[in-house]
């Protein structure tokens, strides 16, 4: 799986480096392409307007069309890649740059070719003797039309009249580029790809080290997740980095942690119920065998010892479903409008006897106003005798015990403050955990089934609000709920 993952990873990381590589080179192609050709064809453009002005020079010198004047400016035209034809004010036939070529020579023609300037535009396919031939009179001004002659035409001015008219097309098939123009582009392009095939081996040697680093914490939690489930809780991962990866190592770490100790507690419960349940059914096997055998006298208080045990059975089972029903009241709250202020101060008066009997001093502090709230109000009932009960279990005689009800912004704070024994700062993080029963200095293991607070931690997280702890040792214990008002 780890290698198959590496593997995805390499290829999606090299796949989205081709394609923004190949994106690149071809979008630069286009537009190097685009900006090339305008640039070419602006510079043409130019270099026509000024022939057009050059031969109107030589006709207003001359003030004819003399074919031979101005054969010098076609054999220039014909060198930037243009073939021209030019006609007088009639539209008649004067002169062409392949007139003039014939006139230049075979050994001129040579000395052309070889300079490149022909190169690729179908001279020797076209020759020389395949154009039109042309009349003249006696002073050379053209005397025979010539029809369908086709190209960009440009007007010959002189003045403000309009004496012929060059008609420019391009030579050959090359249209505006010239064999050096396509030569510039083509090595462009061959570097151009160079290029993107150095950037795709880059960004391939880039991505498999990227992959692997990716993977191998992966693979690292996914070793430690099989060992946790063929039982190995002690399994942890490194986590380093602040990304995800590492988010959800330490996620891993929580799990692990929250399992293993829940382990331990589970463990720690059968024996705790194995010894509580041990001794009253001692007990009652004792009473009722030594009943039965006439040993003992069917008498009330021997009757009432019985009872007692049973009771002590009934509470422990009851604590069980406490936590039962409190893990499962979050779907079953039934909420309604409720004064907090009256049912805290309710639950206080009910447990006024009792901190009176032990020596253990209630205060309370209410705000004058109700206190309004959506509650389930057996539920919430229940966190309150909970942590009243701690509090009077933990507060030596000649103590206190504070409550103290108070409006916080848009919440409702309900603190209980007492000064007791304390918990030890390395019980605070476990003692909403199930079963979990810390150890108060030298009274050992604390009573009870070490499921009260984790009934009232579900209870007020059911309820949308928290709970919290501050504690010191010997000095005393606040716990404090916060409820969101409705």
Same mark, same amino acid.
Not at 158 to 174: C, H
Not at 199 to 206: E, I, K, N, P, Q
């Given at each position: 799986?780890?290698?198959?993952?590496?593997?995805?990873?390499?290829?999606? @990381?090299?796949?989205?480096?081709?394609?923004?590589?190949?994106?690149?080179?071809?979008?630069?192609?286009?537009?190097?392409?685009?900006?090339?050709?305008?640039?070419?064809?602006?510079?043409?453009?130019?270099?026509?307007?000024?022939?057009?002005?050059?031969?109107?020079?030589?006709?207003?010198?001359?003030?004819?069309?003399?074919?031979?004047?101005?054969?010098?400016?076609?054999?220039?035209?014909?060198?930037?890649?243009?073939?021209?034809?030019?006609?007088?004010?009639?539209?008649?036939?004067?002169?062409?740059?392949?007139?003039?070529? /014939?006139?230049?020579?075979?050994?001129?023609?040579?000395?052309?070719?070889?300079?490149?300037?022909?190169?690729?535009?179908?001279?020797?396919?076209?020759?020389?003797?395949?154009?039109?031939?042309?009349?003249?009179?006696?002073?050379?001004?053209?005397?025979?039309?010539?029809?369908?002659?086709?190209?960009?035409?440009?007007?010959?001015?002189?003045?403000?009249?309009?004496?012929?008219?060059?008609?420019?097309?391009?030579?050959?098939?090359?249209?505006?580029?010239?064999?050096?123009?396509?030569?510039?582009?083509?090595?462009?392009?061959?570097?151009?790809?160079?290029?993107?095939?150095?950037?795709?081996?880059?960004?391939?040697?880039?991505?498999?080290?990227?992959?692997?680093?990716?993977?191998?914490?992966?693979?690292?939690?996914? /070793?430690?997740?099989?060992?946790?489930?063929?039982?190995?809780?002690?399994?942890?991962?490194?986590?380093?980095?602040?990304?995800?990866?590492?988010?959800?190592?330490?996620?891993?770490?929580?799990?692990?942690?929250?399992?293993?100790?829940?382990?331990?507690?589970?463990?720690?419960?059968?024996?705790?119920?194995? @010894?509580?349940?041990?001794?009253?059914?001692?007990?009652?096997?004792? @009473?009722?065998?030594?009943?039965?055998?006439?040993?003992?006298?069917?008498?009330?208080?021997?009757?009432?010892?019985?009872?007692?045990?049973?009771?002590?059975?009934?509470? *422990?089972?009851?604590?069980?479903?406490?936590?039962?029903?409190?893990?499962?009241?979050?779907?079953?709250?039934?909420?309604?409008?409720?004064?907090?202020?009256?049912?805290?101060?309710?639950?206080?008066?009910?447990?006024?006897?009792?901190?009176?009997?032990?020596?253990?001093? *209630?205060?309370?502090?209410?705000?004058?106003?109700?206190?309004?709230?959506?509650?389930?109000?057996?539920?919430?009932?229940?966190?309150?005798?909970?942590?009243?009960?701690?509090? *009077?279990?933990?507060?030596?005689?000649?103590?206190?015990?504070?409550?103290?009800?108070?409006?916080?912004?848009?919440?409702?704070?309900?603190?209980?403050?007492?000064?007791?024994?304390?918990?030890?700062?390395?019980?605070?993080?476990?003692?909403?955990?199930?079963?979990?029963?810390?150890?108060?200095?030298?009274?050992?293991?604390?009573?009870?089934?070490?499921?009260?607070?984790?009934?009232?931690?579900?209870?007020?997280?059911?309820?949308?609000?928290?709970?919290?702890?501050?504690?010191?040792?010997?000095?005393?214990?606040?716990?404090?709920?916060?409820?969101?008002?409705?």
């Amino acid at each position: 799986m780890g290698k198959r993952l590496w593997t995805k990873f390499a290829l999606s @990381h090299l796949a989205i480096a081709v394609m923004a590589v190949a994106l690149a080179a071809i979008l630069f192609n286009l537009a190097l392409s685009k900006k090339f050709q305008g640039y070419v064809e602006e510079n043409q453009r130019l270099r026509d307007e000024q022939m057009v002005v050059l031969l109107g020079s030589f006709y207003e010198k001359e003030g004819r069309w003399d074919p031979q004047k101005i054969q010098e400016v076609l054999n220039l035209w014909m060198m930037s890649g243009r073939e021209v034809t030019v006609l007088d004010s009639q539209r008649r036939y004067v002169v062409d740059c392949w007139d003039s070529m /014939r006139e230049m020579g075979a050994d001129a023609q040579t000395r052309m070719t070889r300079m490149g300037m022909m190169c690729g535009w179908g001279w020797a396919q076209r020759g020389l003797d395949d154009r039109a031939p042309r009349t003249t009179g006696r002073s050379g001004s053209v005397t025979k039309p010539v029809p369908n002659v086709e190209g960009h035409e440009i007007p010959v001015f002189v003045g403000q009249n309009q004496v012929g008219t060059a008609v420019i097309r391009p030579l050959g098939k090359e249209e505006i580029f010239s064999s050096q123009d396509l030569t510039f582009k083509a090595t462009v392009n061959r570097w151009l790809w160079g290029v993107a095939l150095g950037a795709g081996t880059f960004a391939l040697l880039v991505s498999l080290g990227m992959a692997r680093r990716l993977s191998k914490p992966i693979q690292a939690l996914t /070793r430690a997740a099989q060992n946790l489930e063929n039982g190995d809780l002690t399994q942890r991962v490194g986590a380093k980095g602040k990304d995800e990866v590492e988010q959800l190592a330490k996620a891993f770490n929580h799990l692990a942690e929250s399992l293993e100790r829940q382990e331990k507690y589970r463990k720690k419960l059968t024996g705790d119920l194995a @010894h509580e349940l041990r001794t009253p059914l001692a007990n009652l096997q004792t @009473h009722i065998e030594a009943l039965i055998d006439g040993v003992l006298p069917s008498t009330p208080e021997n009757l009432t010892s019985i009872h007692e045990e049973i009771l002590r059975l009934g509470r *422990l089972v009851g604590n069980l479903e406490e936590l039962n029903r409190a893990e499962a009241s979050r779907l079953n709250l039934k909420r309604e409008k409720t004064d907090l202020r009256a049912l805290v101060e309710k639950m206080t008066s009910r447990f006024q006897p009792q901190f009176s009997d032990k020596g253990v001093n *209630l205060k309370v502090s209410f705000p004058q106003r109700p206190i309004e709230t959506l509650l389930d109000q057996d539920r919430f009932s229940q966190v309150i005798n909970n942590l009243l009960s701690n509090a *009077l279990k933990f507060t030596p005689e000649g103590g206190s015990v504070e409550v103290v009800t108070k409006r916080q912004g848009q919440e409702v704070q309900i603190s209980v403050r007492d000064t007791g024994i304390g918990i030890p700062e390395k019980d605070i993080l476990f003692i909403f955990e199930r079963f979990f029963r810390g150890r108060n200095g030298d009274e050992g293991s604390a009573k009870g089934s070490g499921i009260g607070l984790t009934i009232a931690k579900e209870l007020t997280e059911a309820h949308g609000g928290k709970i919290e702890v501050k504690s010191t040792v010997n000095r005393g214990t606040e716990f404090t709920l916060r409820l969101p008002l409705s």
